[in-house]
């Protein structure tokens, strides 16, 4: 009995001890609150703007038409998806200017056959525009049938007192939904040739 009473005596003096160092020790640990709960799994970061110097490294050259003496300009596009029959189609444009001392660049916008341009038809004028730095514009067509059409940009720079033009060819390729089922018609059955009488 004494050994018991020794013991709780002993619990009694110490309890108040040890709940105020637990309390001492959760409050100046220094641990911010939640640290021990796990981390979240690693997010993949959202991709960032591309600064408006730079292009897409999607984008491809588009076909350029005959001209005389260096090109003063270069055009870049980008389909935004795949072209279909009937879906409106976006197409991101970028004209890159060769030299840094033009006055100006404009353009116009046509759709081949096959194509209806539903916006865009016009560049809008960029006065004074640097060398190498994009200017960017986006075409809608809506692609009315299968087959490989063109979207043609006419592009003029202002240089030194005289104009020159220059034309760009989009091709786009559309490709009608194949049928899920086919049915294919028997042929009829080839007639023998009668027997020769004898």
Same mark, same amino acid.
């Given at each position: 009995?004494?050994? =018991? ?16 160092? !637990? ?9 911010? $609150?939640?640290?021990? %709960? ?12 591309? $600064? ?15 001209? @005389? ?5 270069? +055009?870049?596009? &980008? =389909? *935004? &998806?795949?072209? /279909?029959?009937?879906?409106? #189609?976006?197409?991101? #444009? ?15 916008? @046509?759709?081949?056959?096959?194509? &209806? #341009?539903?916006?865009?038809?016009? +560049?809008?004028? @960029?006065?004074?525009?640097? /060398?190498?730095? $994009?200017? *960017? ?13 063109? %979207?043609?940009? =006419? ?27 086919? @049915? ?10 009668? !027997?020769?009488? *004898?």
């Amino acid at each position: 009995m004494r050994v =018991l009473a020794v013991k709780a005596s002993v619990f009694r003096i110490f309890l108040p001890v040890l709940l105020a160092g !637990a309390a001492l020790l959760g409050c100046g640990s220094g641990e911010k $609150p939640g640290a021990n %709960v796990p981390a979240k799994p690693a997010v993949a970061p959202a991709r960032k703007p591309l $600064p408006t110097s730079a292009v897409s490294p999607n984008m491809v050259s588009a076909v350029s038409g005959p001209h @005389t003496g260096a090109s003063a300009v270069q +055009v870049k596009f &980008e =389909l *935004r &998806e795949r072209p /279909e029959v009937n879906h409106p #189609l976006d197409i991101d #444009l970028v004209i890159l200017p060769g030299r840094g001392n033009l006055d100006r660049i404009s353009g116009t916008v @046509t759709a081949g056959e096959g194509l &209806e #341009l539903v916006d865009g038809a016009q +560049v809008p004028v @960029t006065e004074r525009p640097a /060398e190498g730095v $994009p200017i *960017r514009h986006s075409v809608k067509v809506l692609p009315k049938r299968d087959g490989l059409f063109t %979207v043609n940009a =006419l592009v003029s720079v202002d240089f030194g007192g005289q104009t020159s033009t220059q034309t760009f060819s989009v091709p786009v390729i559309v490709a009608g939904t194949q049928p899920t089922t086919t @049915t294919t018609a028997k042929a009829p059955p080839t007639p023998r040739p009668a !027997a020769a009488s *004898r």
